[in-house]
């Protein structure tokens, strides 16, 4: 019995390896006899791309380690055409994802200038030609990149469908049908559709512009996977980091990243980057590109013929073997306060509408006693990461808030200028912080002048302020005094003085930044004028040609008050590596001047903005402060049918300086009511920032 079992059961375990053994040579066969021919094929026709893959950029951090721009990681779609097939089956793979992105409601890149719906119309004025109006008035015309590619392509010169000299945007859309082969059983809006990303390929492939074709960005993993399952060659999926904003302010200072631009292209060729690249294109992002955009790394790529991805591999360098992946850029850690900066924004924006009818426009800098920007705030202002959504409504507002006021505003300082003209003329010996000048209300010097000018005192009251010394004068803001002193300094030593303080001068500033000028012969030289030597009494009251931004101010004033060292302003703190491990540069405050002023003098200046904050106009303001300040308003004429500007400049402890501030409110009117801004601020500076949010230690980083 035994026996049977045993022969049975090996009967049972041949017939199973024989069924076996036939089922692997059917495979074998099928594989090299049935389809040895496609699988030979499919080994050996494969595509291999060389591909440049971005660097994560640096964070930037404010001075505390608070993260003001971070990463995050996305999807996005690109196209690659020559792994389409031919012209019907790439346009069978784009209509199939265009049909995927309506389904799924996915946006996609299309800035072909005609609506997407019939009947079709263009959607900007002048599609064909751009016109540009320079400050003297003369036009310059270019054709627009849809002018630059139907050259290329010959749209008017094709037998069918010939485009004609001025068309309209039907019979684009018509010629560019024709020119890409597009199925004429396809509906209008589809066809539309699919002109619309041709165009885009097509301007890349002509080299009219050469950024990067982004077919849609930032979607989510839903879409990325049912664009995977589809299979669609051509259609790649690329992880990619983009900028975050963890804050809403300081905007201006921060700035934005972008492609690659035609006319920035040569440029940054020169300097190694790819086409594609992403780059700094203002603020903070720009000034600092160098560190925070990271090493790209280099991808191998390898496609079957169906377009698909066989395999990844960074490129490794044949000669040290280095494996090229992308090493993420440096952290730069700012002088920049974002909670300072917050209030600052904030107080702006309660203050500056409804100071008068006409104030809406303002700005204000806080910087410490060696130039490092504290906050420079612009209003009106915008929310950085909206920036590229709302651009078009942003350049069309006309209270211009894109426009960075705090660092390229110019603005007649007004009486805020009359501290450096004291000490000029204190330092040259032409006043003594003693001698006291009379106020006669109108200033007599030049009796010919048929209109002569008056304080403001006089002016508004009828009064004068009768015999004055330096620090009085600065207090009362007495015309009169400084008419007398300007005279007696002289254009030349007023326009040295002035100079010494930083006015009219770049302040250093890692970001753009205006110049401006200060009044003076060679002033009035650059604009066309005569220079007469009675317009040096109104230099000396910041009027005529004098122009000075709002960090200028900020940085004369701290100059003033720390014993007369002239900062460079800066916004960079530190620079750090990409894990913070490592400091890689730590700023050194940099000094443009030793100005070498004789320090009763300063003290003198000093003392006339200290009565000021707590004798004067704008006593009421500053009473109440954990700390006493030093201030000097100032209103400066616009013209003769417009408020005039308003403007405040401050520091503070008066005793041991730590921070300077300068304030303008266009159109604001009396710089008295500035001072309302001005508190707001210096409070939480000194005392509400500790309540709030004051991190135990500088340099702390602090998610």
Same mark, same amino acid.
């Given at each position: 019995?035994?026996?049977?079992?045993?022969?049975?059961?090996?009967?049972?375990?041949?017939?199973?390896?024989?069924?076996?053994?036939?089922?692997?040579?059917?495979?074998?066969?099928?594989?090299?006899?049935?389809?040895?021919?496609?699988?030979?094929?499919?080994?050996?026709?494969?595509?291999?791309?060389?591909?440049?893959?971005?660097?994560?950029?640096?964070?930037?951090?404010? #001075?505390?380690?608070?993260?003001?721009?971070?990463?995050?990681?996305?999807?996005?779609?690109?196209?690659?055409?020559?792994?389409?097939?031919?012209?019907?089956?790439?346009?069978?793979?784009?209509?199939?994802?265009?049909?995927?992105?309506?389904?799924?409601?996915?946006?996609?890149?299309?800035?072909?200038?005609?609506?997407?719906?019939?009947?079709?119309?263009?959607?900007?004025?002048?599609?064909?030609?751009?016109?540009?109006?320079?400050?003297?008035?003369?036009?310059?015309?270019?054709?627009?990149?849809?002018?630059?590619?139907?050259?290329?392509?010959?749209?008017?010169?094709?037998?069918?469908?010939?485009?004609?000299?001025?068309?309209?945007?039907?019979?684009?859309?018509?010629?560019?049908?024709?020119?890409?082969?597009?199925?004429?059983?396809?509906?209008?809006?589809?066809?539309?559709?699919?002109?619309?990303?041709?165009?885009?390929?097509?301007?890349?492939?002509?080299?009219?512009?050469?950024?990067?074709?982004?077919?849609?960005?930032?979607?989510?993993?839903?879409?990325?996977?049912?664009?995977?399952?589809?299979?669609?060659?051509?259609?790649?999926?690329?992880?990619?980091?983009? #900028?975050?904003?963890?804050?809403?302010?300081?905007?201006?200072?921060?700035?934005?990243?972008?492609?690659?631009?035609?006319?920035?292209?040569?440029?940054?060729?020169?300097?190694?980057?790819?086409?594609?690249? *992403?780059?700094?294109?203002?603020?903070?992002?720009?000034?600092?590109?160098?560190?925070?955009?990271?090493?790209?790394?280099?991808?191998?790529?390898?496609?079957?013929?169906?377009?698909?991805?066989?395999?990844?591999?960074?490129?490794?360098?044949?000669?040290?073997?280095?494996?090229?992946?992308?090493?993420?850029?440096?952290?730069?850690?700012?002088?920049?306060?974002?909670?300072?900066?917050?209030?600052?924004?904030?107080?702006?924006?309660?203050?500056?509408?409804?100071?008068?009818?006409?104030?809406?426009?303002?700005?204000?800098?806080?910087?410490?006693?060696?130039?490092?920007?504290?906050?420079?705030?612009?209003?009106?202002?915008?929310?950085?990461?909206?920036?590229?959504?709302?651009?078009?409504?942003?350049?069309?507002?006309?209270?211009?808030?894109?426009?960075?006021?705090?660092?390229?505003?110019?603005?007649?300082?007004?009486?805020?200028?009359?501290?450096?003209?004291?000490?000029?003329?204190?330092?040259?010996?032409?006043?003594?912080?003693?001698?006291?000048?009379?106020?006669?209300?109108?200033?007599?010097?030049?009796? #010919?002048?048929?209109?002569?000018?008056?304080?403001?005192?006089? #002016?508004?009251?009828?009064?004068?302020?009768?015999?004055?010394?330096?620090?009085?004068?600065?207090?009362?803001?007495?015309?009169?005094?400084?008419?007398?002193?300007?005279?007696?300094?002289?254009?030349?030593?007023?326009?040295?003085?002035?100079?010494?303080?930083?006015?009219?001068?770049?302040?250093?500033?890692?970001?753009?930044?205006?110049?401006?000028?200060?009044?003076?012969?060679?002033?009035?030289?650059?604009?066309?004028?005569?220079?007469?030597?009675?317009?040096?009494?109104?230099?000396?009251?910041?009027?005529?040609?004098?122009?000075?931004?709002?960090?200028?101010?900020?940085?004369?004033?701290?100059?003033?008050?720390?014993?007369?060292?002239?900062?460079?302003?800066?916004?960079?703190?530190?620079?750090?590596?990409?894990?913070?491990?490592?400091?890689?540069?730590?700023?050194?405050?940099?000094?443009?001047?030793?100005?070498?002023?004789?320090?009763?003098?300063?003290?003198?200046?000093?003392?006339?903005?200290?009565?000021?904050?707590?004798?004067?106009?704008?006593?009421?303001?500053?009473?109440?402060?954990?700390?006493?300040?030093?201030?000097?308003?100032?209103?400066?004429?616009?013209?003769?049918?417009?408020?005039?500007?308003?403007?405040?400049?401050?520091?503070?402890?008066?005793?041991?300086?730590? *921070?300077?501030?300068?304030?303008?409110?266009?159109?604001?009117?009396?710089?008295?009511?500035?001072?309302? *801004?001005?508190?707001? *601020?210096?409070?939480?500076?000194?005392?509400?920032?500790?309540?709030?949010?004051?991190?135990?230690?500088?340099?702390?980083?602090?998610?």
């Amino acid at each position: 019995m035994d026996g049977k079992r045993f022969a049975a059961r090996s009967r049972v375990v041949v017939i199973a390896l024989l069924a076996v053994l036939t089922a692997f040579a059917g495979v074998l066969y099928d594989l090299q006899v049935v389809n040895g021919s496609y699988y030979l094929e499919q080994s050996t026709k494969k595509i291999v791309n060389t591909e440049t893959v971005q660097a994560a950029r640096g964070e930037v951090l404010d #001075r505390y380690g608070r993260v003001l721009i971070s990463n995050r990681v996305t999807y996005q779609v690109t196209l690659d055409t020559k792994l389409m097939g031919d012209i019907q089956g790439r346009n069978n793979t784009v209509l199939a994802l265009l049909k995927l992105c309506e389904e799924r409601n996915v946006d996609w890149a299309d800035n072909l200038p005609v609506t997407m719906t019939a009947p079709f119309q263009y959607t900007v004025e002048s599609p064909f030609e751009t016109v540009r109006v320079a400050e003297d008035g003369t036009e310059t015309r270019s054709p627009t990149q849809l002018a630059r590619l139907v050259e290329l392509l010959k749209l008017r010169q094709q037998k069918n469908d010939p485009l004609p000299a001025e068309p309209t945007a039907e019979e684009l859309i018509t010629s560019l049908r024709t020119y890409f082969e597009v199925d004429e059983n396809l509906s209008r809006g589809e066809g539309r559709g699919l002109v619309g990303v041709l165009y885009e390929l097509a301007l890349r492939s002509w080299e009219v512009t050469y950024s990067n074709y982004v077919f849609t960005k930032d979607v989510d993993i839903g879409f990325i996977t049912v664009v995977k399952e589809r299979g669609l060659a051509g259609v790649k999926i690329d992880t990619v980091t983009v #900028r975050e904003f963890n804050t809403q302010y300081a905007a201006h200072l921060l700035g934005q990243v972008g492609s690659v631009s035609f006319a920035e292209w040569p440029d940054y060729q020169a300097l190694g980057y790819s086409m594609d690249a *992403i780059v700094g294109k203002f603020g903070v992002e720009q000034a600092f590109e160098e560190v925070l955009r990271g090493t790209a790394g280099t991808k191998m790529v390898e496609y079957n013929q169906n377009g698909k991805i066989t395999s990844e591999s960074w490129y490794a360098n044949e000669t040290t073997g280095e494996i090229l992946a992308p090493e993420p850029g440096n952290n730069v850690m700012l002088t920049l306060d974002i909670r300072l900066q917050e209030v600052v924004e904030q107080a702006l924006e309660r203050y500056v509408p409804g100071m008068t009818e006409e104030s809406e426009k303002g700005a204000c800098v806080v910087v410490d006693m060696t130039g490092g920007v504290l906050a420079a705030a612009t209003y009106p202002s915008y929310d950085p990461a909206e920036y590229y959504t709302n651009y078009n409504a942003l350049l069309a507002d006309e209270k211009s808030p894109l426009y960075n006021r705090a660092l390229q505003g110019l603005y007649p300082p007004g009486s805020t200028i009359k501290m450096a003209v004291a000490a000029g003329a204190l330092e040259e010996g032409v006043i003594t912080r003693s001698e006291k000048i009379l106020d006669t209300g109108r200033y007599k010097h030049y009796d #010919r002048i048929q209109d002569q000018p008056m304080c403001w005192y006089y #002016r508004q009251y009828g009064q004068t302020h009768g015999y004055e010394n330096v620090s009085e004068a600065i207090r009362d803001s007495c015309n009169v005094y400084f008419y007398e002193t300007g005279i007696r300094l002289g254009i030349e030593r007023l326009d040295k003085y002035a100079a010494m303080f930083g006015l009219g001068e770049l302040t250093g500033l890692e970001l753009y930044e205006a110049q401006g000028e200060v009044a003076g012969p060679k002033s009035s030289e650059r604009h066309g004028q005569t220079w007469y030597e009675g317009e040096t009494m109104y230099a000396a009251i910041g009027q005529g040609n004098t122009q000075v931004t709002p960090i200028q101010l900020a940085n004369y004033i701290a100059t003033l008050v720390n014993g007369g060292t002239h900062y460079e302003t800066h916004l960079l703190q530190a620079v750090k590596s990409s894990d913070f491990s490592e400091m890689v540069e730590e700023y050194a405050p940099r000094t443009r001047d030793e100005l070498d002023l004789n320090k009763d003098n300063m003290e003198a200046v000093k003392y006339g903005m200290y009565m000021v904050a707590n004798e004067g106009s704008a006593a009421s303001y500053f009473r109440d402060l954990p700390v006493k300040v030093g201030a000097k308003t100032g209103t400066a004429q616009v013209s003769a049918n417009t408020e005039a500007h308003a403007l405040l400049v401050a520091f503070a402890p008066y005793e041991d300086p730590e *921070i300077a501030v300068a304030i303008v409110v266009e159109h604001g009117g009396s710089g008295t009511l500035v001072a309302a *801004i001005a508190a707001d *601020i210096l409070d939480y500076y000194f005392s509400a920032r500790d309540a709030m949010d004051a991190p135990a230690a500088e340099n702390t980083l602090v998610k």
